[in-house]
């Protein structure tokens, strides 16, 4: 499938660009991070949108297989029978809450539901797309709670319509606001909600199950 010739509309309603978006780094390598209490959402925020506001950026962008330091605030992302996941495989684009989110390309609501609980999405919308001969989910996390009221499962969602908002904290999963955006090939019977961290053992399959966002965004950073 060649990506190029899709014409998809902008998710955050205007083109990703130098002007209005920075590349923010949530890596190890990031030595900032030391200094910030991840568990107290407050204090997360404000680093966040510190970062946004010295660059004069409407938009904070990155996270697609990247290695993350900030997981360690949940224990969402480890558990006994499983890997510690720190490998993120969407996008997220950091921006205030009650910013819209549009829908990129044609498509169905397949499933939402409120995934609630400290680090975790909050309410997320799924998307069902037909691109070719290929079926592709797309996944809108860390919205408002409003913004599931009046969807239904079978709902036809338009290129460029207003899809949902990025949430406020602590509706959001408790993160400073932002939306999750990830694309998925197959959902693995999953309703509503999948995974958007992996371990590094995982971080193979997954790659390959979820491609990079940003075929789609198009921010060319």
């Not at 920075?22 to 925020?45: C, G, R, W, Y």
């Not at 992302?77 to 684009?93: M, W």
């Amino acid at each position: 499938m060649n990506w190029n010739t899709i014409d998809f509309y902008p998710v955050m309603g205007e083109q990703l660009t130098a002007e209005n978006t920075i590349k923010l780094d949530f890596s190890p390598k990031n030595e900032d991070l030391e200094k910030v209490d991840l568990t107290q959402t407050a204090h997360f925020t404000d680093f966040v949108f510190s970062q946004l506001s010295s660059a004069q950026k409407q938009f904070g962008f990155g996270g697609y297989l990247e290695h993350r330091a900030i997981y360690r605030r949940s224990e969402v992302f480890a558990t006994p029978l499983a890997d510690f996941r720190n490998i993120h495989l969407g996008i997220d684009l950091w921006c205030e809450a009650g910013t819209p989110v549009f829908c990129p390309f044609d498509g169905v609501i397949h499933s939402f539901q409120d995934n609630a609980g400290f680090g975790n999405y909050g309410p997320t919308i799924i998307v069902q797309h037909k691109l070719g001969e290929r079926t592709l989910f797309s996944l809108y996390g860390h919205l408002f709670r409003s913004d599931l009221s009046t969807l239904q499962v079978g709902q036809q969602i338009n290129r460029g319509d207003r899809l949902c908002h990025v949430g406020p904290y602590p509706e959001n999963g408790d993160w400073p606001p932002h939306l999750h955006f990830q694309l998925i090939w197959d959902l693995n019977g999953n309703w509503g909600d999948f995974p958007g961290v992996a371990s590094q053992r995982e971080v193979k399959t997954y790659a390959e199950l979820c491609p990079d966002p940003n075929l789609m965004l198009r921010f060319n950073h």
